[in-house]
C-alpha cells in the first residue's frame, strides 16, 4: 500500500490567554493547517506543481516550512550553526526544485522533528529575548519570530488551499 500524508487532528485555536499561549497557539494551528492540506495525498500527489514555471507544491511547502523553523527558532534564535535542510549552494530552493525524488514520508519526518525542535528551542526563553540576526545584524526578538512564522504559515497555506483544490478539488478548513 502506498504511503499517504496521514489525518490531522488540529487543535482549535486559542480565543483567550497570555500572549505566549496566544503566539503559541496560533502558531500551532499554522503548523497543523499545513499538514491538513497535505492528509490523505499519495507522495505523487504532494509532488505535484501548482502552475508552470511555478515549482510550488505540497511537499515543496513542508520541506520549505520545515527549513524555515530550522532556520529562525535553531540557527538564528540559538545561534546554532547547522546546515539548512534542502537548500545548497547548487540548489538555492531545493526544497522545491528538488521534490522529484525527494521521499515525502521522511520530509514529514523531518519536518515534525523540527517543529518539535523549535519548541525546544524557545522553551524557557522570554519573548523580549534577542539576538542578532546573522545576515542583516539586525537585533530581534523570539516575539518577532512567533509573528513571522504565523505571518509565513498563513501565507503558505493559502497557497496549500489553492494546490490542494487542483489536486483533487478539496476546499475550507
Known amino acids: 500500500m502506498a504511503w499517504t500524508a496521514p489525518p490531522v487532528e488540529r487543535k482549535q ?6 500572549e505566549r499561549t496566544m503566539l503559541e ?3 500551532d494551528y499554522h503548523r497543523e493547517t499545513l499538514l491538513m492540506k497535505c492528509a490523505g495525498l499519495t507522495a505523487e500527489q504532494l509532488k505535484l506543481r501548482s502552475v508552470e514555471p ?6 515543496g511547502l513542508v520541506r520549505h516550512m520545515a527549513d524555515v523553523e530550522r532556520s529562525w527558532f535553531t540557527r538564528r534564535f540559538l545561534g546554532v550553526d547547522i546546515p539548512f535542510l534542502y537548500s545548497t549552494d547548487a540548489s538555492p530552493d531545493g526544497e522545491f ?3 522529484d525524488q525527494a521521499d515525502a514520508e ?3 519526518a523531518v519536518f515534525r522533528a523540527e517543529v518539535e525542535r523549535a519548541r525546544r528551542a524557545a522553551t524557557g ?3 523580549d529575548e534577542t539576538f542578532i540576526h546573522s545576515r542583516t545584524h539586525e537585533k530581534m526578538s523570539l516575539r518577532w519570530i512567533y509573528i513571522h512564522m504565523i505571518e509565513e504559515y498563513a501565507r503558505h497555506n493559502g497557497h496549500a488551499d489553492l494546490i490542494r483544490e487542483r489536486i483533487d478539488g478539496a476546499t475550507g478548513d
Open 106 to 108: 521522511a520530509d514529514f
Open 13 to 18: 485555536e486559542p480565543v483567550l490567554g497570555d
Open 97 to 99: 526544485d528538488d521534490v
Open 125 to 127: 526563553h522570554s519573548l
Open 54 to 59: 511555478s515549482t510550488l507544491s505540497l511537499l
Open 25 to 27: 497557539g496560533w502558531l
